[in-house]
Nanobody, 125 residues
Framework: QVQLVESGGGAVQDGGSLRLSCAASGRTFSSYPMGWFRQAPGKEREFVAR????????YYADSVKGRFTISRDNAKNTVYLQMNSLKPEDTAVYYC??????????????????WGQGTQVTVSS
């Protein structure tokens, strides 16, 4: 049973910071990326960032590049999303996701097989 558990969401003011965590269990995730997505009310779930367990290569959506940093702790099977300079438009439910197979696009929801329950991030102006 694969399980992804997010934590660290909350409410901050414009310009503030938050750090999200995603603890993974139930299988070995070393072969494929882990990702963060977000979904604002009335909008589709969108890609935020991804990272490979092996090598640690990262990729970001343009909207968060330079403000967000994705990282991982292999020993703890945990992925983090450090979010700085938060803006009201970053308000959304943030989801952790794990890929379990090859995909031609790990920047889309279809590239991932396992999802966490989501954690709310609210940025007020």
């Amino acid at each position: 049973q694969v399980q992804l558990v997010e934590s660290g969401g909350g409410a901050v003011q414009d310009g503030g910071s938050l750090r999200l965590s995603c603890a993974a269990s139930g299988r070995t995730f070393s072969s494929y990326p882990m990702g963060w997505f977000r979904q604002a009310p009335g909008k589709e779930r969108e890609f935020v960032a991804r990272i490979r367990w092996s090598g640690g290569s990262t990729y970001y959506a343009d909207s968060v590049k330079g403000r967000f940093t994705i990282s991982r702790d292999n020993a703890k099977n945990t992925v983090y999303l450090q979010m700085n300079s938060l803006k009201p438009e970053d308000t959304a439910v943030y989801y952790c996701a794990a890929a379990g197979r090859y995909s031609s696009s790990y920047s889309s929801t279809g590239g991932y097989d396992y999802w966490g329950q989501g954690t709310q991030v609210t940025v007020s102006s």
